[in-house]
């Protein structure tokens, strides 16, 4: 099992930046895909990006924050990462990390941490 804390949120000006980190304790980080999801008021999860466990990780996003985020993770420290720049009203958001195994569903997640971003 894995256990996972985000950080990082908060309150930043449209066009602003933020960087998420998740650290992650536990077993072995670096056997696991993670990804960065998001719930905003009133809606559902959805997916913002993911990154494979492999050396050399390929990475997804989803398209409404392609160019704008990035996600990596550092497997020496065991934290995972989303580099959020060009932010819009619309990112405001609860984020959260999960963490799965092969291609399973996630089956770890942290406690989330709020992104507020004023216009």
């Known amino acids: 099992q894995v256990q996972l804390v985000e950080s990082g949120g908060g309150l930043v000006q449209a066009g602003g930046s933020l960087r998420l980190s998740c650290a992650a304790s536990g077993d072995t980080f670096s056997s696991y895909a993670m990804g960065w999801f998001r719930q905003a008021p009133g809606k559902e999860r959805e997916f913002v990006a993911a990154i494979s466990w492999m050396i050399g990780s390929r990475t997804e996003y989803a398209d409404s924050v392609k160019g704008r985020f990035t996600i990596s993770r550092d497997n020496a420290q065991k934290v995972l990462y989303l580099q959020m720049n060009s932010l819009k009203p619309e990112d405001t958001a609860v984020y959260y990390c999960?963490?799965?195994?092969?291609?399973?569903?996630?089956?770890?997640w942290g406690q989330g941490t709020r992104v507020t971003v004023s216009s």
């Open positions: 999960a963490a799965r195994l092969g291609v399973g569903a996630y089956a770890y």
